[in-house]
């Protein structure tokens, strides 16, 4: 029989000595009984699948709103999408797939309806109040927000995850990793996780830009984009839906086989023996070969200038801008217009903070909704 204590004696034999174990996890914040069959990382795991936060991803924006079309990503989608890419990775390298898995399944949790529009938006209105950050949010709603146990508020998740969220760092942005050792790097798990994202959202952008029509293979040919040629060199075949797929399943392929192999060669070149090790290193361990970092920041650039600056992608973010500005004023002004369960948080967080909280809880579809109800003089309130 394969229960807790056995999962953690396998681990200790088969993963790779820089990987995590879960029998030497650092805990978690309040003392809590383990699961007999599961491992403290598959536990955490379990709690992050069954909460509101993470349910509610299904109707968050990623570039393209809910309303545009059901084939298109959702946060939802591109979290299992990144989580697949981070178990093929971890498990190639002989690293823990459970902390990879359970902390790419929680690194979004704290995102805002209408994507990087709404978390801008919402930093912009709480510049005087501690401001908005996802990643620090995702703190927020598995340390305090999200309320499962009659012992604690929270999920109480591992040291391990816990860190994973606060040092999770893309180009766009990052946290304040105080209370998680800031000054040492992540585990390798947690570094896998930050690849995974960016491979995902990179090859699912566009291949929801190509099926949008906003961006087409003619751009792709004409900017010179490497990938894209290299694509089509392996799959000539005239574009139609069929190529399109297999264009995405080769891009993903190509990326994280480069990054498997170019972080193999890292860590025998470094010499990497513990977890210790990587900690110290004084670079992240887990990253592409120089050739397709290159290749990847050409393909950003094309999306960062043909799709993401669209102008339909545009006019979404400034209505966006407007919907929760106009909510959080309206909350701000008249509190007593939020849900009662959240009043009762203004005795004792900061009003500022509990209308932030809300929002950002929200989905797109919600927001739209909460929107005409307060706006609306027809809609019921």
């Not at 396998?10 to 805990?27: D, I, M, N």
């Not at 709690?47 to 990623?62: G, P, S």
């Not at 927000?145 to 012992?151: G, I, K, N, S, V």
């Not at 291949?207 to 040919?221: A, C, F, M, Q, T």
Request: charged residues 30%; proline residues 5%.
């Amino acid at each position: 029989m394969l229960d807790r204590e056995a999962w953690a004696q396998f681990e200790e034999e088969r993963l790779a000595p820089y990987a995590v174990k879960s029998g030497q996890t650092r805990g978690r914040q309040h003392p809590d009984v383990e699961h007999p069959y599961r491992s403290p990382f598959q536990r955490d795991r379990d709690r992050i699948i069954h909460t509101t936060a993470f349910r509610r991803l299904e109707y968050k924006t990623q570039v393209f709103i809910n309303y545009e079309g059901d084939y298109y990503r959702t946060r939802l989608t591109h979290t299992l999408e990144a989580t697949q890419i981070a178990r093929t990775i971890a498990r190639a390298l002989r690293l823990n797939e459970d902390l990879a898995e359970a902390t790419t399944l929680v690194h979004d949790l704290g995102h805002t309806p209408f994507g990087h529009a709404g978390e801008a938006t919402l930093h912009k209105l709480m510049s005087d109040h501690g401001g908005f950050n996802h990643t620090e949010q995702t703190l927020r709603i598995v340390q305090d927000l999200e309320c499962r146990y009659p012992r604690f508020r929270g999920l109480n998740l591992t040291w391990e995850v816990r860190e994973g969220i606060v040092k999770h760092e893309t180009e766009y942005d990052a946290a304040d990793a105080s209370g998680f050792e800031p000054e040492l790097r992540p585990s390798l798990e947690a570094q896998v996780v930050n690849v995974s994202d960016e491979i995902a959202y990179n090859t699912h952008d566009l291949d929801d830009g190509l099926r949008s029509g906003l961006i087409g293979p003619d751009d792709l040919e004409e900017e010179g984009i490497i990938l894209w040629k290299e694509a089509t060199a392996q799959i000539p075949e005239p574009f139609s839906e069929m190529t399109r797929h297999r264009i995405i399943r080769y891009l993903i392929n190509r990326e994280v086989t480069d990054l498997i192999q170019h972080t193999e060669e890292q860590l025998q070149r470094a010499g990497i023996a513990s977890v210790q090790d990587v900690r110290e290193y004084p670079t992240l361990l887990v990253r592409p070969s120089p050739e397709m970092q290159e290749r990847n920041q050409n393909l950003k650039s094309f999306l960062y200038r043909r799709l993401y600056r669209h102008y339909r992608v545009v006019r979404m973010a400034v209505k966006a801008e407007r919907f929760l500005s106009e909510l959080f004023g309206a909350y701000i002004a008249e509190p007593e217009q939020l849900p009662t369960e959240t009043q009762y948080r203004l005795d004792e967080t900061n009003l500022y903070r509990v209308v932030c909280d809300y929002i950002a809880g929200m989905t797109d579809r919600y927001a739209l909704q909460e929107y005409r109800r307060l706006f609306d003089p027809w809609q019921r309130p």
